[in-house]
């Protein structure tokens, strides 16, 4: 097939592809027989004999244990079994030839919207968001749309999972305001049901924090009348609202004794119930927060209540950098790629806060906040590059932070034996531009590159030159 | 001469704590003072030279005056040399599709609101002029909103920090307007107020139609001026003119070829629509902006000589971006259509240098292809591509030095230069973040920072959280 003209290499893992093709095609096969079998069971009871496949004499960047020249890694069974420079090869194995080419672990989303959302302005495609305040029994699990368009178009760029979360979606992110949203659940980027997807079902509980603002931001040429509020009244309002936050936990914390007691009267509470368990420490609980006294609050709160804390947005999180660190909270930082707060916050003060925050000791992972700019996750963390921060830790933010992060560095995030067969091939960088990811590996086998974007490409590019036709000129 | 109040402080708000800081280079200084040559740097001049390794461009008086190998151009005794050893040099980037700088975007009031102008509304303190600057923008078209068919006419800027809005405006660049089809003419995501009535149109065939009628009162409109003016020349001195039509005189201008339509648009329908409505009048559809579905058009689009302003990977925020693709670009620059990308957002004009490496991994454009798309093909389609968009002797000296190659995640510029003229720079920015910490301080002092309950005001970042 030839397509277009440029630099575009033939892209592998396309169904039409001879053997592989052929292969992937009963490998998929095997994988829907073994989902419906593997209920019950951890999520990530892969596909077990999902075949052998070797890439071998590529770079290998392991994220774990630095990078392997002329390196060989193997997958069996859903998982690496093998990686390094002197690997025997199965004589069953299909080989990639990896000469010239480099292996990744396949990127991560920290806190996207994939799946939850499809048009964003288009209100009846969206389910990433639920109307009322105090969701914690709702999750995401519920509503994620395995044939999505936004999945396989992430995918073919490196994304192979994501911690699909509750309230936000639509292009302009949409925060989902302070309230309790919800639970996100952590997914790998290919299946053809949601149980063939989960790695997590509960990865966290997800809490948008008040915002302590004086003002309300000019949009779209219209402010509110009268300006804004001081910022005594910004503050009471602000404590109000933590306030009302600290009473839903106190219920949950009394719901929880109650059950305890073994008391037959405790009325089921399902909302109640849920969010009991973020209590000391049962649940991730990832609280979208920006302004430093916001995420200063948060931690507060988080402490008084035991919480295992993550922060997701931490725009201003370099003022209270120091306090991150020491307190091991780990921040899932918005896209590099928006503008400065303030007209008088210096012009890179989002690409220097990564390096800031890694700097001070501060754990980071990249995410979109979306769907449709999922795919463009590497190109956050190259932003923060030439800014100061450390190229290995940039690859690391959209692979095993995450992984850690989100607490299954056990499975996922480095190529690693033992871990999920997840990885792409790549004749580069991935968090480069111009790099072309080649192959796509999840749960140990070959992922479908093709995506409605590639399709429509292929299509209109060899769109026949029109026939002139009369107009009415 | 540059306004004498070019680095000052400016307030861009009363009553509160407003501080519009005025990032930019001190001194005052006004046109270029000396000339410069930058040596040793790989330049992609975005012209026929292209790529030149080990290469120098000097520039004085705001203007290019050579540019090729290290060994070929020389300096003048007095010129400032910069080594540009390891570092990249290109055209300052053009922004072919930008609402900064702007205290309003849209008259959705009506239908066709061709009398209004993007130039009666530069906000010349808008911080966005300075940040896209950083990002080696030069140039941007101001564009009127898409609220309405036939909207307002633009405005061509160059971001001239510092100056007056008069100062920013890009001297004698053709005037154009703005047109606009699909979801946003028709209000389909503005919902009317409770007693307030929908305004048409509310579909695709009322756009179409609303462009249509105004065309035909266009065209009479400037029939009754021909014959008044015919009269005028063969000497009737009773000859009474026909009353001014603020709102007809632009779209005559559109008829007589003197002004250019940059019409937003989706679908595929709708582009080949519009140009059919165009040419039953006679005119071009000069350039299509975002044109997502332009990949499906693009011969239609070609064979009507319409250039092509697009995004480089937005897709699905609303239901006419479902089917775009990042390959558009590509494709129509395949099938001959001249083809930009543009920001339409003041983040995503301080990076367009990796929106035109997306064209590169998406279609496969070459390093020169892609760079054009912010550059020579932006000027082409704003028709001041004989001064700017790419680096050649006797253009003006908009020129962006970067720390590495520009066609990449990882890039960062240096220095931007507009007319010969410093408005960004890595060292000057860091020197200013201290004056301005400074005189926080001192705003604060003067403020009373107090403890007084009814003080009501923000008492500011936490001291010493700095950056």
């Known amino acids: 097939m030839t397509r277009g003209s440029g630099n575009t290499t033939k892209q592998p893992g396309n169904t039409t592809d001879g053997r592989i093709g052929t292969m992937l095609k009963s490998i998929i096969g095997t994988a829907v027989v073994l989902g419906v079998a593997g209920l019950g069971a951890p999520a990530e009871a892969i596909a077990q004999d999902g075949g052998t496949f070797a890439v071998r004499g590529a770079t290998i960047h392991t994220v774990a244990n630095g990078a392997i020249e002329d390196g060989t890694i193997v997958l069996r069974g859903g998982r690496i079994i093998a990686v390094g420079r002197d690997v025997e090869i199965p004589a069953d194995a299909e080989i990639i030839d990896g000469q010239g080419k480099h292996v990744f672990p396949g990127m991560i989303d920290s806190f996207s919207s994939l799946g939850l959302t499809e048009v964003g302005a288009v209100a009846v495609t969206n389910d990433a968001s639920e109307l009322g305040r105090w969701n914690p029994h709702l999750n995401a699990h519920t509503a994620i749309h395995p044939a999505s368009e936004h999945i396989p178009v992430a995918r073919a760029n490196g994304i192979t999972h994501t911690m699909a979360a509750p309230g936000g979606g639509g292009r302009f992110g949409g925060g989902g305001g302070s309230g309790i949203q919800g639970q996100a659940t952590l997914i790998h980027l290919d299946g053809w049901t949601v149980e063939e997807m989960e790695i997590e079902k509960t990865a966290a509980m997800v809490i948008g924090w008040p915002t302590l603002s004086t003002g309300f931001r000019a949009f779209a040429g219209f402010a509110a009348p009268g300006g804004g509020r001081s910022f005594r009244r910004a503050q009471e309002r602000f404590d109000e609202q933590v306030a009302e936050m600290d009473a839903w936990f106190v219920a949950a914390d009394h719901y929880r004794q109650a059950v305890a007691s073994g008391s037959s009267r405790v009325p089921r509470d399902i909302q109640l119930e849920h969010l009991s368990r973020v209590l000391d420490r049962g649940m991730k609980v990832i609280v979208r927060a920006n302004g430093w006294r916001e995420i200063e609050s948060a931690i507060e709160f988080a402490e008084k209540w035991n919480l295992d804390l993550v922060i997701a947005g931490g725009n201003g999180a370099r003022e209270i950098a120091g306090t991150l660190a020491e307190k091991n909270i780990p921040v899932i930082l918005g896209p590099v790629q928006r503008l400065p707060q303030g007209d008088d916050t210096a012009y890179d003060d989002p690409n220097t806060l990564p390096g800031v925050l890694h700097d001070a000791g501060v754990e980071i992972a990249f995410a979109t906040f979306n769907s449709s700019d999922s795919r463009t996750l590497p190109y956050e963390a190259a932003n923060s590059v030439s800014w100061g921060l450390p190229q290995d830790a940039a690859l690391e933010a959209v692979t095993l932070a995450p992984a850690r992060v989100l607490g299954v560095d056990d499975r996922l995030g480095s190529l690693e034996v033992g871990k999920v067969g997840n990885l792409i091939v790549t004749d580069g960088d991935p968090l480069e531009i111009t790099t072309q990811i080649e192959w796509v590996f999840i749960k140990g086998v070959p992922s479908d590159l093709d995506n409605k974007h590639r399709s429509l490409w292929e299509k209109y590019d060899s769109r026949p030159a029109r026939r002139v036709t009369t107009t009415t000129t | ?467």
């Open chain 2, 1 to 467: 001469m540059r306004h004498p109040t070019k680095w000052s402080i400016r307030r861009v708000g009363a009553g509160c704590l407003a501080l519009g800081l005025a990032f930019g280079v001190p001194g005052g200084a006004a046109a270029q003072e000396q000339p410069i040559l930058i040596r040793g740097a790989t330049i992609l001049t975005a012209a026929e030279a292209g790529r030149i390794e080990d290469g120098a461009i000097l520039f004085e008086n705001g203007r290019i005056i050579a540019v090729g190998s290290t060994s070929e151009v020389e300096a003048p005794s007095d010129a400032v040399v910069i080594d540009g050893t390891g570092k990249f040099v290109t055209p300052g980037i053009i922004d072919a599709h930008s609402h900064i700088a702007a205290d309003a975007i849209n008259e959705g009031a009506v239908s066709v609101s061709s009398m209004v102008s993007i130039h009666d509304v530069i906000d010349p303190t808008d911080i966005a002029l300075y940040r896209e600057a950083a990002g080696g923008t030069t140039t941007s078209h101001i564009m009127h909103g898409s609220a309405n068919p036939i909207g307002g006419n633009n405005a061509v800027i160059k971001h001239r920090w510092g100056e007056d809005a008069e100062g920013l405006l890009f001297e004698g660049a053709p005037p154009t307007i703005k047109f606009a089809l699909g979801e946003n003419p028709k209000r389909a995501g503005s919902p009317t107020l409770p007693g307030q009535e929908a305004r048409y149109p509310a579909s695709r065939m009322g756009v179409m139609d609303v462009i249509r009628q105004a065309f035909i009162e266009a065209t009479e409109y400037k029939a009754e001026w021909d014959t008044y003016r015919a009269r005028v020349a063969g000497g009737d001195r009773n000859a009474i003119p026909p009353r001014r039509n603020l709102t007809m005189d632009p779209l005559v201008e559109i008829l007589e070829g003197t002004r250019y339509v940059h019409a937003h648009s989706y679908r595929a329908d709708e582009i080949l629509q519009l140009m059919r409505v165009a040419e039953e009048f006679g005119f071009r559809i000069h350039t299509f902006q975002h044109v997502l579905e332009g990949y499906r058009v693009a011969d239609e689009m070609a064979e009507h000589g319409a250039h092509a302003s697009t995004f480089s990977d937005w897709w699905a925020y609303k239901m006419e971006a479902y089917e775009a693709i990042p390959h558009n670009a590509a494709i129509m620059t395949r099938r001959g259509v001249n083809v930009s990308i543009n920001s339409d957002s003041g983040e995503e004009g301080r990076h367009l240098n990796q929106e035109a490496a997306k064209t590169m991994k998406w279609g496969g454009l070459s390093e020169a292809e892609a760079l054009a798309t912010v550059t020579i093909n932006a000027a082409i389609q704003l028709m001041i591509d004989d001064r700017v968009g790419s680096l050649e002797a006797g253009k003006d000296a908009d020129i962006v030095l970067w720390e590495n190659y520009p066609l990449s995640s990882y890039a960062r510029v240096r220095t931007t230069y507009i007319d010969g003229e410093v408005v960004f720079d890595i060292d000057a920015d860091m020197a200013m973040r201290a004056e301005i910490e400074a005189e926080k301080a001192e705003l604060r002092e003067l403020l009373g920072e107090s403890d007084d309950p009814d003080d009501e005001r923000d008492p500011g970042r936490r001291p010493g959280g700095g950056r």
